[in-house]
């Protein structure tokens, strides 16, 4: 159980700058994501963290220690890696037991801890089978309860429901949510799935191209992106240039005024971001609105996704509700929202 | 009943070509083995087990064959291993070092190594030279030498294979254990060692197999004084002739080799699960 810092960490490979001069700090018992397209830096972090990357400058600290030079294995770290690396020639139950078995437990010490870790991980009477004869969704859990059952001071998660069906992911998360909650250990999870993400972390990490671009939590992420980039990895937005008026309200290229919050500090050109949960689809006839034309309809059942062109050329995306009528693509419509559900970035 | 594939047909003459040409005379020496002036008859294989030079000739063979494997294992695995960490680029010139040998013929290296090895050869003078033994050693013309020779050309038949099998060990296996708090020493013996097993066990049943045959090297550097299953067929059929024992001696040699060879394809087989 453990605090990890990051003192303007960077690491370069050759020319190419993985990451950039990082600050973070995760506090005990936090479950932290580090989000990101391919190439942005969360692996390397995660790499370094576990030591398995050497930073190119800067300290990683672990629980106030200083582990910048520590090898991976005096780390005390759980990782549990995209593949899982499974030892294919042992047992679950010898995996499982592996790094007890290194610290020099007792045989009975060990088979207590690893019985109560298969229990936790819901595979109790598999122990005897091999990785191999196991399906991804078990072996992932065996990865997490060999991750865990040396009670680590962190817990690091490399892409651990990458190669899991939807159905088993949306499951695998809740019981992975569920266990750290439990044993209060420190979590890092690195994903591109920003679902995942949102839904597993008490904080985010956005990061590209090797800079942290927010530091937030989910919901903080999502509704109050710092610029356009996690505007549009985190969710849907849909982003409106113009200028800022006076008291409330953007005018935007085309002439056109949109409603807009008040008090984001900023003036001069900005970027408006409106969620298409709360972008209204009106008729053509409505008193007020943007002036654009439905493109295409995406019906999900519960709801339907809207594709529109502003007149000026922008494209939008509003989600409407299921059980309404919808318009029909190439129908003349409104748009309209309520500017407390805006958000305002520097442009 | 599975349907024949037409391709099959084009292999048909090359079947009946391999069968005629090399398999019926196989089977005619295994007869050959069974068959005395009465008839069926196991005498030729009651003189073979009976007669104690033979069982000697046998006996010093398999002694030889497994000293020179468990030699390939020990020079082997370390080379495999120190080849599996060089970058791409050098692994290529040390498996070019070790390949090229195979383009050589057995002949003259084997000859090379009376260079190496005779009573002037380098090693001795060197060693004289340098005041640590006072008269040449033998290393030739015994069974010493002939391991060395042995050893020497089968080498690439352990390494190669074994170096593939390291390759496809994954890193990330490493990578995991160390995070789990293992050791160097620990993550070699207990996760890297046992993953390569397989095929090391496999390279040093093949090393085995091949030695028991072995001809050429045992006859140059043994100088005729380190007799060998081979060697001592040769004698056999060309010097005695007595060809009933010669194919007795025969068939006793297919048959250990059959059943090696099949504790081959086991540890093959394991390693491909694995």
Known sequence: MSTIELISVSKRFGDVTAVEATDLKIEQGEFVTLLGPSGSGKSTILSMIAGLTAPSSGHIKIGGRDVTHVRPAQRNLGLVFQSYALFPHMSVFDNIAFPLDIRGLRKADIAQRVGKALEQVRLTGLQARRPSQLSGGQQQRVALARALVFEPDILLLDEPMGALDKNLREEVQLELRQLQRELGVTTVLVTHDQEEALSLSTRLVVLDHGRVQQVDTPAGAYRRPSNRFVAGFIGTANLFDGQLLPGAGLRLAGGDVVPCGADSGLAGAVCLVVRPEHLQVLDATAPSGLDARVVEVVYFGQSARIHLQTTSGVAVVALADGLRAFPVPGQAVRLDWAAEHTWVMAA | ?274
């Open chain 2, 1 to 274: 009943m599975k349907r024949v594939s037409p391709s099959a047909w084009l292999v048909l003459p090359l079947l009946l070509a391999m069968a005629v040409g090399f398999n019926l005379p196989l089977l005619a020496m295994l007869g050959q083995s069974f068959v005395g002036a009465a008839g069926l008859t196991l005498v030729h294989f009651r003189e073979v087990f009976e007669a104690s030079a033979y069982l000697k000739v046998l006996a010093s063979t398999f002694r030889i064959a497994l000293v020179t494997a468990v030699v390939c294992v020990l020079v082997g695995y370390p080379l495999a291993y120190w080849l599996r960490r060089l970058s791409p680029r050098w692994q290529m010139v040390g498996l070019a070092l070790v390949v090229i040998p195979f383009w050589i013929s057995i002949l003259v290296r084997t000859y090379a190594w009376i260079v190496v090895l005779g009573n002037a050869g380098i090693v001795n003078r060197s060693l004289m030279a340098l005041g640590w033994i006072d008269e040449p050693f033998s290393f030739l013309y015994n069974e010493l030498g002939v391991i060395i020779g042995t050893v020497n050309v089968l080498l690439p038949f352990l390494v190669l294979p074994l170096f593939a099998a390291m390759l496809k060990i994954d890193e990330q296996l490493l990578r995991a254990a160390e995070t789990l708090g293992a050791s160097p020493w620990t993550v070699f013996w207990r996760v890297f060692f046992p993953l390569s097993v397989p095929a090391l066990a496999a390279g040093a049943v093949l090393v085995f197999i091949l030695t028991l045959g072995f001809f050429i090297t045992p006859a140059v550097l043994g100088g005729g004084r380190v007799p060998m299953v081979a060697n001592m067929l040769d004698l056999f059929v060309n010097q005695m002739p007595n060809w009933d024992l010669a194919s007795a001696i025969s068939t006793v040699l297919l048959v250990v080799t059959l059943a090696l060879f099949v504790v081959y394809l086991r540890l093959t087989r394991a390693q491909e699960q694995a």
